[in-house]
Structure formats: C-alpha cells, structure tokens
C-alpha cells in the first residue's frame, strides 16, 4: 500500500472511518517506517465539507497533530483525541449520537404530519428549544423536502455503527458495551440497504418510520 512508498519521516492522514484497532496498526507500521500516521475522521457531511466547518478527530502524536493543524484548519475544526485510533473511536460515538438524533427526527416528523401539523412550521417551532440539534440543521430541511441526495451514505452509517455494535476485538473486550438504541438504529439503516436505499442520504431514515406505518 501507500506505506511503501513513503520516505521517512513522511506524514500519513486518514480521512476515512475505521476501526480503532486499524488505526492503530496503520500508525504501528508507519512508526516501522519511520514515518507517523494519524487518524482524523470528519464528521458535517457535505455542508460542512463544503464550508470548511467540518468537525475533525484527530488521533495519533499530538506533536504531529499540531503540526498538521494549520492545513486541517482550512477544512473545518481540529479536536486532538489522544493516541493512534482515538479519532477512530471518537467518529464512531459521534455517528452513535448522530443515528439517534435521526431516528428522533424521522419519528417526531412522522408524528406531527399525521397529526396535522405543517412540517416547515413544526420545524421552524422546535429548532431553538430542546429538540434543536446539529442533525436538525443538517438534514431536517432535506427530509422535509424528500431530498434524499447523500452528504453521508446509508451503506456508510451501517458500517460505522456496526463497529460501536458489532465488533469485538480479543484487546478490546473490556471495552464492550451494550448500546441497545444503537442496535435499534443500526437495523433501521440496515433496512434501507435491504431495500435498495444504501446509496440515499441518511436523512432518507423517515422512509423507514413511513414504511413502518404502512405509508
């Protein structure tokens, strides 16, 4: 891979979502070619890619992280994590909360247009009280309208969210934890891939909740 073509001292970023414990073996074999590597997932779909505010979780030395930090500034908010893999474990808690806070948001627009209630209104309502998130921002409009077109893919938050549930290391088994509304929302989006909808924009959840209700 990109490992041999490096020179020493040469600097990897990941970008990509991963497991931690890929992360880490990545900044282990660079470490043996006397290069670094860091993991820096980003989280803000395109929105935030196209802003430059994306949030970025960066893991690896921090002397590196600080290094790299004017160039990742131009794409949006570096947060160093810790060591190698810490990035990786911060992205997959942040989808964990992300694919909560649409399941919330697919369900409490389901409930308010059934009930009568003018969406845009009900949204315009409820975004500057406890209801009001990031999630909301990004795609509440986007589900409003059905615009389904992928800042992130379904296919993708099934992947991330199957590592927070799903996946157990031998090192990592300490470590294990019951996430029972991330199971919940890990087979939702699953059901959107067994329906044909992976390549959709996360936002496309409230077809599911729609589905369910026999819309």
């Known amino acids: 891979g990109i490992l041999s073509t490096l020179n020493p001292g040469a ?7 991963s497991s931690p414990s890929l992360a880490r073996q990545i900044y282990a074999s660079a470490r043996e070619k006397g290069c670094w ?7 803000g779909g395109d929105i935030g890619a ?3 505010k994306l949030a970025i979780f960066a893991g690896g030395e921090r002397p590196v992280v600080e290094w790299l930090t004017p160039l990742l500034d131009l794409m ?8 190698a893999g810490c990035g990786q474990t911060c992205k997959i808690g942040n989808q964990i909360m992300v694919g909560a806070n649409l399941m919330g948001l697919s369900e409490g ?10 969406l845009s209104k009900y949204m315009e309502a409820i975004r500057g009280g406890g209801a009001g998130s990031a999630a909301m921002e990004l795609f509440g409009r986007r589900a409003i ?11 993708y938050m099934v992947k991330d969210l199957g590592m927070g549930v799903d996946v157990v290391k031998e090192e990592e088994d300490e470590r294990v934890v019951v996430l029972p509304g991330a199971a ?3 087979q939702l989006f699953s059901s959107m891939v067994a329906n044909g909808d992976g390549k959709l924009g996360i936002q496309g959840l409230i077809t599911v909740v729609e589905r369910i209700n026999g819309k």
């Open 50 to 52: 196209r802003e430059g």
């Open 37 to 43: 590597s860091v993991d820096a997932p980003v989280s």
């Open 145 to 155: 309208e059905r615009d389904f077109k992928p800042g992130g893919f379904v296919e």
């Open 11 to 17: 600097v990897i970023v990941d970008h990509t979502s």
């Open 184 to 186: 919940l929302c890990k």
């Open 109 to 118: 627009f389901f409930f308010a247009e059934k009930a009568g209630l003018e």
């Open 76 to 83: 949006g908010r570096v947060t160093y994590m810790g060591e």
